[in-house]
């Protein structure tokens, strides 16, 4: 930016600061009113950062900024507000601008104000400035916590941030070219840092108790202080070589030597000892031109070496996502005297800082004190210094801190964290990389201080490593990064250095683990098994079709000999559904569920019809498919070795080894070796040398074959000799061998390849079309492809001559062009297709309520007429949401009014309450039945009235299970009483007593948690006997894993709670306990009897009324006689009924007052004879006379 561009009142303000005079700068009196008018300038600055850049290029920072503060330190206000100033001025660009700019203009201007820092970092290095800064640090920190005032603090932190600033501007490539062993303008200023002594302050600050608020800022100055720098280089810093290095540096300037040599000798065999001026022209013999004759090749034959068709073509230029990714890592020797000052360092740091700061940043970063990304300083900390000191003399009570289980765990953590950032934050992918590469460089260095430890002398070292690595082999997490970091590996976004490292941290882990197991007869570790849900609580499903999903399920698994699975589904089914005995009870036997899943595998059960496998393989490509829900559960196993690196053999593995070791001659000996190692124990431990049957491979073992230099990899070149040699020997054997380098193979493929193709599938035959079903397909497709069908292949299948599965419908139509891809003839599953609610449909909804909320049948209408077709479940679940009703019930479709003088007898709910059936099972029945309004009213109310007359005969059992019921339950209650546990069976008495009086009062049912709130009921809940007394009474057991406490089911009524209650009674004399429950047990059995007696009459008289108004019509009807004939016996019947009663009303009320058994066996005597009245009236009322026998038996 020129200078004259300058804003003017922003240029008068900087010629108000002051002049320097030579080497003496004289302030103005405004001096410091301007320094404090360019900071808020600053403040209001645009987003092209104008006021910083004309700040830049009037080069105030270097001519008035610096000479103020070390010429004028005394000045306290002008120091502080100059240092203020500075710290805005030099943050970094990536600050200022939040990232780097795509936009050029902008990039332009990012580029500026990096031109600029590096401008102030060149002043900043001068003894001077650093001089004044440590003196005023040192001052600061001379006073004591309690008299600094905020000001002192605010002016450490500020200065700490200017160095901090100055360090982190990064280097000019175009400016400094020095070479190594050179001093660049970092290594200035850390001279210039070291000579001044805040060196020293920094090593204060990071171990001085009273500064412990520092730690992140101290941290972030050193790892800046050592940014191109490496341990290795540091630790040989000013020392003699050891006769080892030497020899190591001759091997490997005689290996270049050699390599050269060996290049110029294939450059000369090239090359005739006579040269041509003409270049000749050749005929390759084997390679085609454009049309059928050879290739003529016009160079000399030295260069056909490099002969390809591309010869002369433009370069076809890489899409920027798909680039490889560049590596950043930029290291440089620097100066003598700086390298040794940084050892330095690094050996009193680690002797009095290391675990001290160490400690108190880990703290920080666990409990978010810190900023974010500041973890990248940590895991820096942990790579260079625990290198540092394995190097320079090992000592593990130096870096203890971060010799730990958290430490791994706390790295795992982070990778795993950066690894999702880098999928989901495409945009940053580069820098989420970088991190990554940097935890895994901390983990890496974890794992060689750990292995440096167990080669120690000293046996509490051996220990205590021996410990870390049980801890680390035994947790899967552990065990398995490396495996997931192979597998994801992605090129376009991790650089080459990444995976270098990658590879060589996994072959250290097994060679760890490998030398682990070998010391030990066996080995316990953690695994993990996956077991399926039955029961999904975010699905659109309603939960009894998930019911009969996880049924389904289960019979499938069963049929596919699957039984631990099957088992352990309908375990987690009856965990999910405990109500009810569909999945069996909670206390149930193993030959109890034994013969459950036969009963489930002999079950008819609806089954949808599944997209075969090898279709959605096709559509995998271009559809996401929808993940199993699946919980975890965690066991521990031993190990094995082998069938640990058999999770090694898999393309995704293979494949970044390969990328790898194309770049073999630029690789180190070690990256080779690792590369090397791992292929040899896939291909010869494991004896899978098939997977490396791929042409890529070969081409690559070509190339080293054939390098000049070949004598260099030995290692490489035996092993390639040996999977070529193993190749050629199966290539005799298998005639498809060569057609097999064009694939990537699994174990699969490896084994089919070895044994043999489709031993499994033999046997299965393709099916064929003929001409005539192929267009008799194409016939039915172009007639009903725009006919709206929902489904066109469930249309076709039944009109096709021959019938075929829809897997070979919808290949061919594919194969036949019909249609592009097999996702346009997917099924379209139920349910998926609507699934919001928008304002207008809720809106419908609602009218359409209001409308038919007095009819017989709300919802039935409802579903006619509503535009958006739902489920039934779907718009009841909507309108319960909606708040149009309180409960489900008031949807029910309500029956026909009762005939006058009919009675009522029991309701529909008293019904279901009394059966245990769910009331809820009656929409499913309503959904298949059709309006079935052609039939007369009389022939509706003749329909009702077998319906419930055959539910009669169920009354007698209901009632009898009932007592029975009562009677354990009684019983029950007797055995915890004697037990002590009175109170808790109180409590639960007054808990039901409670629920029922609430769901009466909100006429809302919603499970209750009994939440024990003393000890003796917490105790009770332990208790086996009072669980017993708990599930008998219908009080569902806590979800595994989701719930704490025991819930009063939703399904028990207001009268079953009441009820249940009412039989907790507890007997206060023992005497007296079978008297009062004889009597309580008569009394019930009178009054049901009442009931039934009442509902009995009440039969008969509709079946006379029914008789009278079909005595007329029935004589057309054929083949059956007269319904009157009938109504002899039933006027008979009816009057012994009624007399039945009354002697069973008197027989009653005598037996609440005699107690003599010769009494009750008198009454009992009269009792008898009632059943068979009662059963006799039961099938007259409802029973067609088409046989005159049938009468002949009720006359005698």
Same mark, same amino acid.
């Given at each position: 930016?020129?200078?004259?561009?300058?804003?003017?009142?922003?240029?008068?303000?900087?010629?108000?600061?002051?002049?320097?005079?030579?080497?003496?700068?004289?302030?103005?009196?405004?001096?410091?009113?301007?320094?404090?008018? +360019?900071?808020?300038?600053?403040?209001? @600055?645009?987003?092209?950062?104008?006021?910083?850049?004309?700040?830049?290029?009037?080069?105030?920072?270097?001519?008035?900024?610096?000479?103020?503060?070390?010429?004028?330190?005394?000045?306290?206000?002008?120091?502080?507000?100059?240092?203020?100033?500075?710290?805005?001025?030099?943050?970094?660009?990536?600050?200022?601008?939040?990232?780097?700019?795509?936009?050029?203009?902008?990039?332009?201007?990012?580029?500026?104000?990096?031109?600029?820092?590096?401008?102030?970092?060149?002043?900043?290095?001068?003894?001077?400035?650093?001089?004044?800064?440590?003196?005023?640090?040192?001052?600061?920190?001379?006073?004591?916590?309690?008299?600094?005032?905020?000001?002192?603090?605010?002016?450490?932190?500020?200065?700490?941030?200017?160095?901090?600033?100055?360090?982190?501007?990064?280097?000019?490539?175009?400016?400094?070219?020095?070479?190594?062993?050179?001093?660049?303008?970092?290594?200035?200023?850390?001279?210039?840092?070291?000579?001044?002594?805040?060196?020293?302050?920094?090593?204060?600050?990071?171990?001085?108790?009273?500064?412990?608020?520092?730690?992140?800022?101290?941290?972030?100055?050193?790892?800046?202080?050592?940014?191109?720098?490496?341990?290795?280089?540091?630790?040989?810093?000013?020392?003699?070589?050891?006769?080892?290095?030497?020899?190591?540096?001759?091997?490997?300037?005689?290996?270049?030597?050699?390599?050269?040599?060996?290049?110029?000798?294939?450059?000369?065999?090239?090359?005739?000892?006579?040269?041509?001026?003409?270049?000749?022209?050749?005929?390759?013999?084997?390679?085609?031109?454009?049309?059928?004759?050879?290739?003529?090749?016009?160079?000399?034959?030295?260069?056909?070496?490099?002969?390809?068709?591309?010869?002369?073509?433009?370069?076809?230029?890489?899409?920027?996502?798909?680039?490889?990714?560049?590596?950043?890592?930029?290291?440089?020797?620097?100066?003598?005297?700086?390298?040794?000052?940084?050892?330095?360092?690094?050996?009193?740091?680690?002797?009095?800082?290391?675990?001290?700061?160490?400690?108190?940043?880990?703290?920080?970063?666990?409990?978010?004190?810190?900023?974010?990304?500041? #973890?990248?300083?940590?895991?820096?900390?942990?790579?260079?210094?625990?290198?540092?000191? $394995?190097?320079?003399?090992?000592?593990?009570?130096?870096?203890?801190?971060?010799?730990?289980?958290?430490?791994?765990?706390?790295?795992?953590?982070?990778?795993?964290?950066?690894?999702?950032?880098?999928?989901?934050?495409?945009?940053?992918?580069?820098?989420?990389?970088?991190?990554?590469?940097?935890?895994?460089?901390?983990?890496?260095?974890?794992?060689?201080?750990?292995?440096?430890?167990?080669?120690?002398?000293?046996?509490?070292?051996?220990?205590?490593?021996?410990?870390?690595?049980?801890?680390?082999?035994?947790?899967?997490?552990?065990?398995?990064?490396?495996?997931?970091?192979?597998?994801?590996?992605?090129?376009?976004?991790?650089?080459?250095?990444?995976?270098?490292?990658?590879?060589?941290?996994?072959?250290?882990?097994?060679?760890?683990?490998?030398?682990?197991?070998?010391?030990?007869?066996?080995?316990?570790?953690?695994?993990?098994?996956?077991?399926?849900?039955?029961?999904?609580?975010?699905? @659109?499903?309603?939960?009894?079709?998930?019911?009969?999903?996880?049924?389904?399920?289960?019979?499938?698994?069963?049929?596919?000999?699957?039984?631990? #699975?099957?088992?352990?589904?309908?375990?987690?089914?009856?965990?999910?559904?405990?109500?009810?005995?569909?999945?069996?009870?909670?206390?149930?036997?193993?030959?109890? #569920?034994?013969?459950?899943?036969?009963?489930?595998?002999?079950?008819?059960?609806?089954?949808?019809?599944?997209?075969? %496998?090898?279709?959605?393989?096709?559509?995998?490509?271009?559809?996401?498919?929808?993940?199993?829900?699946?919980?975890?559960?965690?066991?521990?196993?031993?190990?094995?070795?082998?069938?640990?690196?058999? &999770?090694?053999?898999?393309? %995704?593995?293979?494949?970044?080894?390969?990328?790898?070791?194309?770049?073999?001659?630029?690789?180190?000996?070690?990256?080779?070796?690792?590369?090397?190692?791992? +292929?040899?124990?896939?291909?010869?431990?494991?004896?899978?040398?098939?997977?490396?049957?791929?042409?890529?491979?070969?081409?690559?073992?070509?190339?080293?074959?054939?390098?000049?230099?070949?004598?260099?990899?030995?290692?490489?070149?035996?092993?390639?000799?040996?999977?070529?040699?193993?190749?050629?020997?199966?290539?005799?054997?298998?005639?498809?061998?060569?057609?097999?380098?064009?694939?990537?193979?699994?174990?699969?493929?490896?084994?089919?390849?070895?044994?043999?193709?489709?031993?499994?599938?033999?046997?299965?035959?393709?099916?064929?079309?003929?001409?005539?079903?192929?267009?008799?397909?194409?016939?039915?497709?172009?007639?009903?492809?725009?006919?709206?069908?929902?489904?066109?292949?469930?249309?076709?299948?039944?009109?096709?001559?021959?019938?075929?599965? $829809?897997?070979?419908?919808?290949?061919?139509?594919?194969?036949?062009?019909?249609?592009?891809?097999?996702?346009?003839?997917?099924?379209?599953?139920?349910?998926?297709?609507?699934?919001?609610?928008?304002?207008?449909?809720?809106?419908?909804?609602?009218?359409?309520?209001?409308?038919? $909320?007095?009819?017989?049948?709300?919802?039935?209408?409802?579903?006619?007429?509503?535009?958006?077709? &739902?489920?039934?479940? $779907?718009?009841?679940?909507?309108?319960?949401?909606?708040?149009?009703?309180?409960?489900?019930?008031?949807?029910?479709?309500?029956?026909?009014?009762?005939?006058?003088?009919?009675?009522?007898?029991?309701?529909?709910? #008293?019904?279901?309450?009394?059966?245990?059936?769910?009331?809820?099972?009656?929409?499913?029945?309503?959904?298949?039945?059709?309006?079935?309004?052609?039939?007369?009213?009389?022939?509706?109310?003749?329909?009702? +009235?077998?319906?419930?007359?055959?539910?009669?005969?169920?009354?007698?059992?209901?009632?009898?299970?009932?007592?029975?019921?009562?009677?354990?339950?009684?019983?029950?209650?007797?055995?915890?009483?004697?037990?002590?546990?009175?109170?808790?069976?109180?409590?639960?008495?007054?808990?039901?007593?409670?629920?029922?009086?609430?769901?009466?009062?909100?006429?809302? %049912?919603?499970?209750?948690?009994?939440?024990?709130?003393?000890?003796?009921?917490?105790?009770?809940?332990?208790?086996?006997?009072?669980?017993?007394?708990?599930?008998?009474?219908?009080?569902?057991?806590?979800?595994?894993?989701?719930?704490?406490?025991?819930?009063?089911?939703?399904?028990?009524?207001?009268?079953?709670?009441?009820?249940?209650?009412?039989?907790?009674?507890?007997?206060?004399?023992?005497?007296?306990?079978?008297?009062?429950?004889?009597?309580?047990?008569?009394?019930?059995?009178?009054?049901?009897?009442?009931?039934?007696?009442?509902?009995?009459?009440?039969?008969?008289?509709?079946?006379? +009324?029914?008789?009278?108004?079909?005595?007329?019509?029935?004589?057309?009807?054929?083949?059956?006689?007269?319904?009157?004939?009938?109504?002899?016996?039933?006027?008979?019947?009816?009057?012994?009924?009624?007399?039945?009663?009354?002697?069973?009303?008197?027989?009653?009320?005598?037996?609440?007052?005699?107690?003599?058994?010769?009494?009750?066996?008198?009454?009992?005597?009269?009792?008898?004879?009632?059943?068979?009245?009662?059963?006799?009236?039961?099938?007259?009322?409802?029973?067609?006379?088409?046989?005159?026998?049938?009468?002949?038996?009720?006359?005698?």
């Amino acid at each position: 930016m020129d200078l004259f561009m300058m804003n003017c009142e922003l240029l008068a303000t900087c010629s108000a600061l002051g002049y320097l005079e030579g080497d003496i700068y004289h302030k103005e009196p405004d001096c410091l009113e301007s320094v404090k008018d +360019l900071i808020r300038y600053l403040r209001h @600055e645009d987003d092209t950062r104008d006021i910083r850049q004309q700040l830049g290029a009037g080069q105030i920072l270097q001519n008035d900024l610096l000479p103020i503060i070390t010429q004028h330190t005394q000045d306290k206000p002008l120091f502080d507000a100059c240092i203020r100033l500075m710290v805005n001025l030099t943050q970094p660009a990536l600050l200022c601008f939040g990232k780097v700019p795509d936009d050029p203009a902008f990039r332009h201007h990012f580029l500026q104000v990096t031109s600029y820092l590096q401008a102030y970092k060149e002043a900043f290095a001068d003894e001077k400035i650093f001089t004044v800064l440590s003196e005023t640090l040192y001052n600061l920190l001379q006073l004591d916590w309690e008299q600094r005032a905020e000001e002192d603090n605010l002016l450490i932190e500020r200065i700490l941030l200017l160095v901090r600033n100055v360090l982190h501007v990064p280097a000019d490539p175009y400016e400094e070219k020095n070479v190594d062993d050179d001093a660049s303008i970092h290594d200035k200023l850390l001279w210039a840092i070291h000579m001044s002594g805040l060196d020293d302050l920094l090593k204060f600050l990071a171990c001085a108790q009273s500064e412990q608020q520092w730690s992140f800022h101290i941290l972030e100055i050193i790892s800046l202080m050592f940014r191109d720098q490496t341990s290795e280089l540091l630790v040989n810093a000013g020392q003699m070589r050891s006769a080892q290095e030497k020899q190591k540096d001759m091997q490997e300037l005689e290996l270049l030597r050699q390599k050269e040599l060996a290049e110029k000798r294939s450059r000369t065999l090239l090359r005739g000892a006579r040269h041509s001026r003409f270049r000749g022209s050749y005929v390759i013999q084997g390679l085609k031109a454009i049309g059928e004759k050879d290739v003529i090749f016009h160079q000399g034959l030295h260069n056909f070496k490099n002969y390809s068709h591309d010869v002369g073509k433009p370069t076809r230029r890489v899409p920027k996502r798909k680039q490889m990714a560049q590596d950043s890592e930029n290291q440089r020797r620097s100066a003598l005297n700086v390298r040794l000052f940084l050892r330095e360092f690094c050996i009193d740091f680690l002797e009095n800082c290391y675990n001290r700061l160490m400690y108190l940043v880990k703290e920080g970063l666990i409990r978010e004190r810190a900023q974010q990304h500041d #973890e990248t300083y940590y895991l820096w900390a942990i790579t260079f210094f625990m290198a540092f000191n $394995r190097h320079q003399n090992f000592r593990p009570d130096v870096v203890s801190e971060t010799i730990s289980n958290r430490t791994f765990h706390f790295i795992e953590k982070n990778i795993t964290n950066y690894y999702e950032m880098m999928l989901t934050d495409r945009k940053d992918a580069t820098s989420w990389s970088r991190r990554m590469h940097l935890a895994l460089k901390a983990y890496q260095e974890l794992l060689l201080t750990v292995n440096e430890m167990d080669r120690s002398k000293d046996v509490n070292i051996q220990h205590s490593s021996n410990v870390i690595k049980s801890n680390i082999f035994y947790l899967m997490e552990f065990r398995e990064i490396f495996l997931t970091l192979l597998r994801k590996y992605d090129e376009r976004m991790q650089p080459r250095s990444f995976l270098r490292d990658l590879v060589e941290s996994t072959h250290l882990f097994l060679k760890m683990l490998e030398r682990f197991c070998k010391g030990r007869n066996s080995l316990v570790v953690q695994c993990t098994h996956t077991s399926a849900v039955p029961f999904d609580a975010t699905s @659109e499903t309603p939960v009894d079709e998930q019911r009969t999903e996880a049924l389904g399920r289960i019979q499938d698994c069963i049929m596919s000999c699957a039984g631990p #699975e099957a088992l352990s589904l309908l375990r987690a089914a009856r965990a999910v559904w405990p109500e009810g005995d569909t999945f069996g009870s909670v206390e149930v036997e193993p030959e109890e #569920e034994l013969e459950l899943l036969k009963q489930i595998l002999f079950t008819k059960l609806p089954k949808s019809v599944p997209l075969d %496998s090898a279709l959605e393989e096709e559509d995998g490509l271009e559809l996401e498919e929808e993940e199993e829900l699946e919980s975890v559960a965690v066991s521990e196993t031993e190990f094995n070795f082998l069938d640990f690196i058999k &999770r090694f053999a898999n393309p %995704s593995v293979v494949r970044p080894y390969i990328i790898l070791l194309r770049s073999y001659s630029q690789n180190s000996v070690h990256t080779n070796h690792c590369i090397t190692r791992m +292929l040899h124990r896939l291909a010869v431990d494991l004896k899978m040398e098939a997977l490396l049957y791929q042409l890529s491979i070969f081409s690559m073992f070509n190339k080293i074959l054939e390098d000049p230099a070949v004598a260099v990899y030995q290692e490489l070149v035996t092993f390639a000799k040996y999977v070529l040699n193993r190749f050629f020997v199966f290539a005799t054997k298998n005639n498809k061998a060569f057609v097999e380098l064009l694939f990537w193979k699994n174990v699969g493929a490896v084994r089919e390849m070895t044994e043999g193709y489709n031993k499994d599938g033999e046997g299965k035959k393709k099916c064929k079309w003929t001409p005539e079903e192929e267009e008799q397909l194409q016939r039915l497709y172009e007639e009903y492809k725009d006919s709206g069908v929902p489904d066109i292949v469930e249309t076709i299948l039944p009109l096709l001559s021959i019938s075929h599965t $829809r897997r070979e419908v919808v290949s061919h139509m594919v194969s036949m062009g019909l249609v592009d891809s097999v996702k346009d003839l997917k099924k379209e599953r139920k349910g998926t297709r609507i699934v919001l609610w928008t304002e207008e449909q809720e809106d419908e909804l609602q009218v359409l309520f209001e409308e038919f $909320r007095d009819s017989d049948d709300v919802l039935g209408n409802i579903l006619k007429r509503i535009t958006a077709k &739902r489920s039934r479940a $779907r718009i009841v679940d909507k309108i319960l949401s909606m708040g149009l009703v309180s409960d489900r019930r008031d949807l029910y479709k309500k029956r026909k009014p009762s005939a006058p003088g009919r009675s009522s007898g029991m309701t529909e709910e #008293e019904f279901f309450d009394l059966t245990g059936e769910p009331r809820e099972k009656e929409l499913e029945i309503e959904e298949e039945e059709e309006d079935k309004s052609d039939q007369d009213e009389d022939e509706q109310d003749y329909e009702e +009235l077998v319906d419930n007359s055959a539910k009669e005969g169920q009354k007698s059992m209901s009632r009898d299970n009932s007592l029975k019921k009562i009677h354990s339950l009684r019983n029950m209650v007797q055995t915890l009483q004697q037990q002590g546990l009175s109170g808790p069976v109180l409590w639960l008495q007054n808990s039901l007593n409670r629920t029922a009086d609430d769901r009466e009062e909100d006429g809302v %049912s919603h499970p209750v948690a009994l939440v024990p709130l003393t000890e003796e009921n917490e105790d009770a809940m332990e208790n086996k006997a009072f669980q017993k007394l708990l599930r008998a009474v219908g009080i569902r057991a806590p979800t595994d894993g989701q719930e704490s406490f025991w819930r009063i089911s939703s399904s028990l009524s207001v009268h079953q709670l009441r009820s249940v209650a009412a039989s907790l009674d507890m007997v206060e004399e023992t005497a007296a306990e079978g008297d009062s429950e004889g009597n309580q047990e008569n009394s019930l059995t009178v009054e049901m009897e009442d009931n039934d007696n009442q509902e009995m009459r009440a039969q008969a008289l509709r079946a006379l +009324l029914l008789s009278r108004q079909r005595k007329c019509a029935s004589s057309k009807s054929k083949g059956k006689y007269p319904t009157y004939l009938v109504m002899p016996m039933l006027i008979i019947l009816l009057e012994a009924k009624h007399w039945s009663d009354r002697i069973e009303e008197k027989i009653s009320k005598k037996r609440r007052r005699v107690l003599d058994d010769d009494d009750d066996d008198d009454q009992r005597e009269l009792l008898l004879p009632l059943p068979s009245i009662d059963n006799t009236l039961c099938t007259l009322s409802f029973m067609e006379l088409k046989d005159v026998s049938s009468l002949e038996g009720w006359r005698s």
